[in-house]
């Protein structure tokens, strides 16, 4: 067995930045995590590519396959160590799908053809891009930040000519810009603002830096997209939910969701961040959320009743964009005598 393709130990290195920090040649040097915070709130910033550490998305796709040709050899380590700690990594990638493919079609049926797909990963192996390409009038656009699967969705999408006659647009740039972002995909006519959309944050919230208010994605998004247009998200969560109600069982859903998001930072950053079921909540408040409210990914549209739960665990709820003139304006009284 090689160094390269013996298995990553858990807790031994290593884990971002090691290897990078003494590379020294072939990475540039590794940003600071302010530089990070302040990456996510611009439109054209992208993370440094690196040739050290894995990547989420194609650890994603040896996850799925692991005789992908996707992926190199580190991530796949980093999927089979994943898939030891928490056996269940391969099927909630599969609820990610369910998830998309549910939603897309639930927008279709209400008339809305325009997706926006955020951090789409590999279209590839992407449920957003096999369930749009099955409908003739529905457009689709996916942003992802980073370089290797914006180079091979390109390839992707040029060796295929029944793609290539599609409407679908990809962008290299940062999701999370998301004023920029919407009048940049409006001005090149990528997007058309005047029409309700269906946006897709899936499996991609969650990498937001704690540093940055994860409220105000949604929030934006609510701002900026015409009323009736389609929210949907789902986020990792390190709290089990009410069904498990061993304290012992709960407990050991926490560490391994923990253990699961420290092994993810062998990854080039960002990286996930679990949050609870309040917090989650918190964030997707401007929502008027479809029935039946927050469920799990594998359960949308219905609610969520596993009674086991596994780690990695994703909370999902669907909402559209609210009629904002429709509020009620608020009305402040007091008797200044
Ligand atoms: C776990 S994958 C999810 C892929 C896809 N949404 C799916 O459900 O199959 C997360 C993706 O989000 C991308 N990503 C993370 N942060 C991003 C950001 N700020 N802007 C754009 N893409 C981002 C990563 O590069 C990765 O491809």
Redesign the pocket.
Known sequence: MTSETAPFLEGRGPYWPDACATSGRSCPPPYTGLDRVHM?RRWADTPVVCRCHP???RV?AALCDPQTHLATERDKRLADELARIAPRSRHA?VD??TF?TRVIHGALSDGVTQFL?????HIA????HAAVAGHPTATIVH????LH?DSHNLCELTEDPILMTRPRTLVH????AIGPMLTSLHRSGALDRSRRLCV?L???LY??DPANDARSVIRRLVKHLPSGSWVAVNHLTNQAPSTLDSPGARAAFRRDTDRWCRAMTRCVP?HPQASSRTEFGRRIADLDLHPPGITSTGSWPDPDTTRLPQAPYTLAAVGRVPDLSEREPRVTTGDRS
């Open positions: 996510q990547h989420p998305a994603g990638l990610s799908d998309t797909d955020l951090g789409s990963g192996t992407s449920a957003a942003v992802d930040h980073d699967v740039a940062n999701a999370f897709l899936v499996d991609l990498y937001l960002p």
